[in-house]
């Protein structure tokens, strides 16, 4: 069960620049243990959320950042949401998933290959260290198209996944261990095999046909 939470809950879009002001985020209402218990109702085994989505707003209390949950009115800045989706999700006997997105439009060192990877790197550590076992991490290929020229080192960051959570199953569309079925809408061909040279395949840039 896919949880896709954060600043653009509140403003009813998308994708956000990375520059909204981190006060919008402010769920007073907050109840992971409810999303839990619809997850276990219905035959979910495990909640994956988006601990940071392309805006890049963490839901963690990341040492990296300012542009995290922190700095919202989230309990007067003192709630972790991962870490709270974390002990609900433990309690209902489900594993736990993060989305991880590497495109960051908040962050001024995006666009800067060697100091933006290495900060990733940093905030893939902290999220991966401190919320118990991780089952699946999720790794989005999109880029600042357009915007920025970015090069991502995926083989250095599935090294740490591994390293950290030896468990998780990483998605991306080139795998290494899972991908999707061919596109956004989920849709596939009815044996869902969905067949390609898997050496070509890149993250971000996977060609179907």
């Known amino acids: 069960m896919f949880l896709h939470f954060g600043p653009s809950t509140f403003t009813d879009s998308e994708w956000r620049t990375g520059h909204s002001d981190p006060s919008i985020f402010n769920p ?3 109840d992971p243990k409810q999303w839990a218990q619809v997850a276990k109702d219905v035959g979910f085994s495990r909640l994956i959320i988006t601990a940071k ?3 890049g707003f963490g839901l963690w209390p990341s040492s990296l950042t300012d542009y995290w949950v922190r ?3 989230r309990r007067n800045g ?4 991962v870490s709270e989706v974390a002990e609900d999700s ?3 006997g489900l594993w736990l998933g993060l989305y991880l997105s590497p495109w960051d439009r908040h962050e001024s060192s995006y666009g800067q290959t060697l100091e933006y990877n290495e900060f990733f790197l940093g905030q893939m550590t902290e999220s991966l260290s401190d919320y118990g076992e991780i089952k699946e991490v999720w790794l989005d290929g999109a880029k600042a198209e357009g915007e ?3 090069e991502y080192k995926f083989e250095e960051w599935i090294h740490v996944i591994h390293q950290l ?4 199953v990483i998605f991306s569309d080139a795998g290494p261990d899972c991908r999707w079925v061919g596109d956004e809408g989920g849709v596939a061909g009815s044996t869902c095999w969905s067949l390609f ?3 070509s395949g890149t993250t971000g840039h996977t060609d179907y046909q």
């Open 78 to 81: 003192t709630g972790d949401v």
């Open 53 to 55: 989505h392309h805006d």
């Open 148 to 150: 920025k020229d970015m």
């Open 197 to 199: 040279n898997a050496s």
């Open 71 to 73: 700095s919202s009115k």
């Open 28 to 30: 007073v209402a907050l």
């Open 90 to 92: 433990k309690e209902m």
């Open 165 to 168: 959570q030896l468990g998780a």
